[in-house]
């Protein structure tokens, strides 16, 4: 059984020289050190120079009626779908009406508000209510993550009849 051998291993390391705890520790440690870089290497994933994301359709000052066809336009990047790691590539986030930007150094959350499109998806449609929307466009990475420098476009405002 697990519990018993277990209790045994606790006893044992109880009884450990002192200098044999700090080993472990220097272990852990230095553990910790070895994988925290490679973490922040892994992401954020770089943006190349004249990267930018846009909307093709609306445009800023639209007024529209719903449902509203939304299409997404990308220069000097590609589009590949989510888990998809590709250099210089990312997939489309919508963001509606938002506040703020959401934290750009992990991985976007997925909301109302957030709309992924890690099919790699380069419009939409969308059911609005009528009013004024703010709309913005955020590319993400495979892992969901904005790249640095950021791609991010204008804030457009259309307004739903
Ligand atoms: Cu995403």
Same mark, same amino acid.
């Given at each position: 059984?697990?519990?018993?051998?277990? #209790?045994? /291993?606790?006893?044992?390391?109880?009884?450990?020289?002192?200098?044999?705890?700090?080993?472990?520790?220097?272990?852990i440690?230095?553990?910790?050190l070895?994988?925290?870089?490679?973490?922040?290497? #892994?992401?954020?994933?770089?943006?190349?120079?004249?990267?930018?994301?846009?909307?093709?359709?609306?445009?800023?000052?639209?007024?529209v %009626?719903?449902?509203?066809?939304?299409?997404?336009?990308l220069?000097?990047?590609?589009?590949?779908?989510?888990?998809v790691?590709?250099?210089?590539?990312?997939?489309?986030?919508? &963001?509606?009406?938002?506040? %703020?930007?959401?934290? &750009?150094?992990?991985?976007?959350? #997925?909301?109302?508000?957030?709309?992924?499109?890690?099919?790699?998806?380069?419009e939409?449609?969308?059911?609005?209510?009528?009013?004024?929307?703010?709309?913005?466009?955020? /590319?993400?990475?495979?892992?969901?993550?904005?790249?640095?420098?950021?791609?991010?476009?204008?804030?457009?405002?259309?307004?739903?009849?």
């Amino acid at each position: 059984m697990a519990f018993p051998s277990q #209790a045994v /291993l606790l006893q044992y390391r109880d009884i450990q020289k002192p200098e044999e705890h700090l080993m472990t520790r220097l272990s852990i440690a230095l553990l910790a050190l070895l994988t925290i870089p490679a973490l922040h290497a #892994a992401g954020p994933s770089p943006a190349p120079e004249g990267a930018a994301v846009y909307f093709i359709s609306p445009q800023d000052g639209d007024k529209v %009626s719903s449902p509203v066809k939304v299409r997404f336009g990308l220069r000097n990047m590609g589009v590949a779908p989510a888990g998809v790691e590709r250099q210089h590539t990312g997939h489309h986030h919508l &963001l509606i009406d938002m506040e %703020s930007l959401p934290a &750009l150094d992990q991985p976007l959350p #997925a909301n109302e508000q957030v709309v992924h499109f890690g099919g790699g998806q380069t419009e939409t449609t969308l059911d609005l209510p009528a009013g004024k929307h703010r709309l913005q466009l955020l /590319l993400g990475d495979h892992f969901h993550i904005p790249h640095n420098p950021p791609v991010l476009s204008d804030v457009i405002t259309i307004e739903v009849k």
